[in-house]
């Protein structure tokens, strides 16, 4: 019960804060500044397309101008693809999240084919209509800054008041108009109890300032994903291209491996085998030699060795290839990954419905370069791997107490486990601050 | 005999420096990696190099190459690669045109010592050693098969034996048969696939390749 009243008491308290600290955040600041950086080129191309677009309409409806009117609407839709892509540098410098851009115009052949695909061409014309919507949602963005501004200005008031409203008690000034951010509502400070009123109207518009600013922005966000990023079957297409890729010159990749593996392992171990023991049945010599019994034994000796050698090497390659215990469930597997590791490992396993053999061999593999990364760079004491299943996906998280500061970029196999995972659709969040601790989460859905 | 290795294995390259000077012949350096070989045949001018076709730094052909270059530099070295693959395309790079001091077999047969060493000392000698390997996917793959058809599974034998790069007296030997049968047999088998007869060992080799392959 006790737990209980305390999680009353502080989440109040966390709420108040976060508010009171909503517009100190980079993330604020940086919306503000996108909502003020976007007017300009807004309004510009705004102006610059539609006049274009008009022009072309214009000449093209005239039988003499048509065709000039058609290279003006085919110079309109390269530009707004143009101004589109400044809307969309700008989105990715001061905005969170990734603004993908869409497929480059492909021309065809020959001018009027090249003319023809680029008046046919999609994402030209929406980006036409993000520049029209533009304008508007720039103006909403600019009230939104207002905000920032008018709030500041407001919460002012109490200190400057002093500085130029001391006068004597026979004049009479107009009372000092302050800035509302509703246009209409006419409120006026006269007095200097007065000014604590504008105060406090400026406070709780900068407080009110970043929710709103976050508010136009996420819906200019919204615009710009729909209208200035690959459309949804584009990209979707876009995506499954890649991860086919990755696919495949991962299997090309693992198949070389395979086959190096074996070059230099067994197959080397194997000749050097089959040499002793040609050279041991030579110094047995025909019926009735001599034999040196000392060389011969050496050369058997080696010889079994080698032979021994050879089925731990290809017994560790066909493991490689596919781990027979996966056959009995991911969680058995993960119970013998986890025994072999050299960190010791705590394992949770919650699997209710089994996922197909893809995930399976995906999560398994996972685990295993997760394990082997923790185990060479995080000096962790350690592992918590835990599995589990929750409707359609099944989640693998590996968490290490090492010092983190993993880099996907620093040769850590990361970037192999994301693709690997992003061929069935799955996602791989890296969480791993310096001073640790890492935590590895990977998502993949049931059925590949 | 003296003899180069280059072999990037060391468990192999240790156990053929082994077997060659247990059998008498000196290894006169046993390297690692092409570059290192051909320093080494320039330094020791054995009279034989036993080459993988597989080395560092990229692990695919470098040997050949190698082999290809020792072949140009030392025609008196006698070039024996050894892989554990068998190309019919890289023993045409190797044998072109000159199948004298050259050789090509699979790493399987270090197995069986005494035949490998034969070998080598032919392709020391100036002969020639194919593997077998090469020479059934030639005959696999030859177009000519009609003249192949009229040959007696004894004269496809010796033919066989005849391409490796063997001697009437090696092919006697390998068969059980008296020389003068095995000269029978050439005899026949040149006239049957219409071949000019060839004086010596390697010219023979290169022209039933030449059959086989065209």
Redesign the interface.
């Known amino acids: 019960m006790l737990g209980d009243n305390e999680a009353m008491t502080t989440a109040p308290g966390e709420l108040v804060r976060a508010a009171l600290r909503a517009p100190l955040t980079r993330r604020a600041r940086r919306e503000f500044c996108y909502c003020l950086a976007g007017l300009v080129p807004g309004v510009v191309g705004f102006w610059l397309i539609m006049t274009l677009l008009f022009a072309g309409a214009g000449l093209t409806v005239t039988l003499a101008g048509a065709f000039p009117g058609l290279l003006v609407l085919a110079l309109t839709l390269r530009l707004a693809r143009r101004v589109g892509e400044l809307h969309r540098w700008l989105a990715r410098r001061l905005l969170t999240g990734e603004f993908a851009a869409p497929p480059p115009f492909r021309p065809a052949r020959g001018l009027l084919r090249r003319l023809d695909t680029r008046l046919r061409d999609g994402a030209g014309w929406r980006a036409v209509a993000y520049v029209a919507l533009k304008v508007p949602v720039s103006l909403l963005e600019l009230y939104a800054a207002s905000f920032w501004v008018s709030g500041l200005f407001n919460m002012a008031f109490p200190l400057w008041w002093s500085q130029f409203r001391s006068h004597p008690a026979n004049v009479h000034l107009a009372p000092f108009p302050v800035i509302t951010p509703l246009p209409g509502v006419d409120f006026r400070v006269a007095t200097a109890p007065g000014t604590l009123a504008a105060f406090m109207l400026g406070a709780a518009t900068l407080l009110a300032a970043p929710w709103l600013t976050r508010a136009v922005t996420a819906g200019d966000r919204w615009l710009i994903h729909s209208l200035l990023g690959p459309a949804r079957l584009a990209q979707r297409v876009r995506e499954l291209e890649e991860s086919r890729a990755h696919a495949v010159d991962d299997a090309a990749a693992a198949l070389r491996q395979v086959e ?1 593996d074996l ?2 392992g067994a ?3 194997l ?2 085998l ?6 041991a ?2 110094k047995l010599g025909e019926n009735g030699q001599p034999v040196d019994v000392t060389r011969v034994r050496e050369l058997v000796e080696s010889a079994h060795s ?1 032979a021994k050698e050879a089925l731990v090497e290809l017994r560790d390659l066909a493991r490689g290839i596919h781990p027979p215990v996966l056959d009995a469930g991911l969680a058995d597997a993960l119970a013998t990954l986890a025994a072999r590791s050299i960190i010791p490992v705590d394992l949770t396993a919650d699997i209710g419905e089994r996922p197909t053999p893809a995930i399976e061999t995906i999560a398994y593999f996972c685990a295993a370069e997760l394990l082997a990364n923790a185990a060479k760079h995080s000096n962790a004491n350690r592992v918590f791997v835990d599995v589990a299943q929750r409707g359609e996906t099944l989640r693998l998280r590996v968490t290490d107490d090492g010092v983190g500061g993993a880099d996907p970029a620093r040769g850590s196999g990361l970037p192999g486990l994301v693709q690997r995972v992003r061929t069935v659709d799955g996602r791989l969040d890296l969480s791993s601050p310096e001073g640790g601790p890492t935590v590895v989460t990977i998502e993949l859905p049931l059925r590949a | 005999m003296r003899v180069v290795i280059a072999e990037d ?1 060391g ?2 390259r240790e ?2 420096t ?2 060659l000077t ?1 059998r008498g012949h000196e290894v006169c350096a046993a390297v690692a990696d092409a570059e290192a070989l051909l320093a080494a045949v320039k330094e020791h001018r054995p009279d034989v190099a036993v080459v993988d076709i ?1 080395m560092p730094p990229t ?1 695919t052909d470098e040997g050949l190459r190698a082999a290809l270059q020792l072949r140009a530099d030392h025609p008196d070295t006698g070039v024996l690669v050894f892989s ?1 693959y068998i190309e019919t395309r890289y023993a045409s790079r190797l044998l072109a045109g000159n199948a004298s001091g050259v050789g090509y077999l699979l ?2 047969r ?5 035949e490998f060493a034969d070998a080598l000392e032919r392709v020391a000698s100036g002969g020639t050693a194919l593997d077998p390997e090469v020479v059934s996917q030639l005959l696999g793959a030859s177009r000519r098969s009609p003249g192949l058809a009229s040959l007696t599974p004894r004269e496809r034998d010796v033919l066989s034996l005849m391409a490796e790069g063997r001697s009437n007296a090696g092919i006697a030997a390998g068969l059980v048969v008296s020389g003068g049968a095995v000269e029978k047999h050439v005899a026949s088998i040149f006239a049957k696939l219409g071949l000019p007869p060839s004086e010596g060992d390697n010219r023979r080799v290169l022209a039933v390749l030449r059959y086989l392959g065209s």
């Open positions: 190096r070059h230099d197959q080397v171990r000749a050097a089959a040499m002793g023991l040609g050279m049945k030579e080698s | 294995a468990l192999l156990g053929l082994q077997m247990e597989r692990h554990q790493k399987d270090v197995a069986d010592v005494a």
